[in-house]
Each structure stands twice: as C-alpha cells, then as structure tokens.
C-alpha cells in the first residue's frame, strides 16, 4: 500500500538541522492521524533510519509534526484485517523498526510535544536521549482497550523502575512531563516555546565529541545493558498479537473506532 501517494510524504528528514553540521531531524508526517503508525509510516520511518545510519550523521532528531508526537499504532488499519498472522508481522515490522533506533551509531534524540501513547510512548523508551515539552503527556494506554501494550512494555520496563512501569501499564493512566523525566523516561523538560533550545543543547554537546567515541559506546552502552532484547520483543508481538483478537481488545478497539464507551462482557 503507497499511503501517501499524491500527499505529503509520511516522514520528512531535514539535514544540519539547529545550525549543527550532521545534526539530522527526522519528522513523522500525519499530522492529521497524530502521527499514528500506520503500516506505511512504519516502513517509511524505519527505511528513513536505516538511510541516515549508514550516513555522516553525527545525531539524529526524532520529532512529530502537528499537534502530536504519536498516538501509537493506527487502531482503525490494524481492526481492518483481524488474524493472528497479520497482526505478528505487524508487531514484527515494528519492532524492527523501534530496534533500528537502538542500533543505528548515532545517539537519537526524541524531541515530545501534545502526546505520546502506547506505541509512541514505546518510541521514546526506545530513543537514547528524549528532551519533553513541559505540556507534553506520556501513556501506555491501550489496556484501556483491552489490549495490553505489550511490546511497548519492553522499552517502558527498561527505562523506568519495574514497578513505575507496571503501574503504566495495568493503569492506562497518562503522567506529565515532569513525571516522566522524575520517572527516567525523558531526561529534560522545557517550556513549549523553548522546546527546540533544550533540544538543540543536547545536539551541540553531542555533535562536539568524536563521532567514533559515540558510535562505540553507544554499541557497548546497549551490548553490556541488554541481554535477550531480541526475545523479549518476538514474545511481546506473539503476546500482543494474540491479544488483539480477544474478545474484549476486539470490543475496544471497535470503541474507540465508533468514539464510544467499550461495552465489556462479563468475566465468569
């Protein structure tokens, strides 16, 4: 499917972005959809990150147009084919993408505006630096769905305590930017209007040192940090797969669709 056929393209990469020589900024573009990541915009972004890994960049910039950063998956594609072979590659498609931004050499900055749900909250555990507007809210949503955010979780639970993530997770409950940089998920806030300073301080600081220095240590920084990620994603898109076509997910994503109240069944 060619979704942004005759439109705006899904992501837009803008080079030596805050005057910085190699400072790439990498912009989800549905601005409309709140930067939903439709199975296009997941292909687009992870071929995006793959292009600027493997070039000079010396720190990449990940933000969202519009009045969002991302609202997660797009619940309105994925209700359109229900089975569990479509819904595992999905997941699969987009853990590929979420661990691109792990891998790739350069330190990748996620700049956060209006919201960032369950899969766009997973985009800024999986960034290495985050810096958040100070209105900006943060939430692993999609139990409010009956669908537990699952591979969200695996980032999530890496960047907070256990129990501040669980707490995410089974709660649905949004937290603020102050609570999240408290918390470790993002690491600086800053007025709206001074969004782009605080981002562009950390991209100077960065951009200053040897860029083979950052390439090897941000490698080992997740080499010796991480053990069986790889796993932890394959059985958290199994997870989330199967529990897409669940009664109750099934029920809330069609909700949500409807913008209505879930009518959950009752548990025996």
Not at 120 to 144: E, I, K, T
């Amino acid at each position: 499917m060619n979704e942004s056929a005759g439109r705006e393209p899904l992501v837009v990469i803008e080079q030596d972005v805050y005057g910085v020589p190699g400072a790439v900024r990498i912009t989800l573009n549905r601005p409309d959809a709140f930067n939903a990541l439709s199975e296009a915009l997941i292909d687009a972004l992870k071929s995006s990150l793959d292009e600027v890994a493997a070039s000079d960049a010396c720190v990449v910039v990940l933000a969202g147009a519009g009045r969002a950063f991302c609202a997660g998956h797009d619940l309105k594609e994925m209700r359109a084919e229900p089975s569990f072979e479509y819904y595992q590659a999905l997941f699969a498609r987009c853990s590929q993408m979420m661990l691109t931004i792990q891998r790739m050499p350069q330190p990748v900055i996620a700049r956060v505006h209006g919201v960032a749900t369950a899969a766009g909250c997973q985009l800024v555990a999986m960034c290495d630096l985050a810096v958040a507007a100070s209105d900006a809210r943060f939430a692993v949503s999609g139990v409010n769905l009956g669908l537990f955010c699952s591979t969200p979780s695996v980032p999530l639970s890496r960047n907070l305590s256990r129990k501040a993530a669980f707490e995410m997770l089974v709660t649905g409950d949004y937290i603020d930017a102050q609570t999240a940089c408290e918390r470790g998920l993002v690491n600086r806030v800053a007025t709206p209007e001074r969004l782009d300073d605080a981002v562009r301080a950390l991209v100077v600081s960065i951009s200053e040192k040897p860029r083979v220095a950052i390439a090897a240590g941000k490698r080992l920084f997740y080499r010796q940090l991480e053990a069986g990620i790889d796993t932890a994603y394959q059985l958290a898109g199994d997870t989330m797969a199967r529990n897409m076509l669940d009664d109750a997910a099934l029920e809330g994503t069609e909700a949500f669709i409807q913008k209505r109240a879930p009518r959950w069944r009752e548990t025996p």
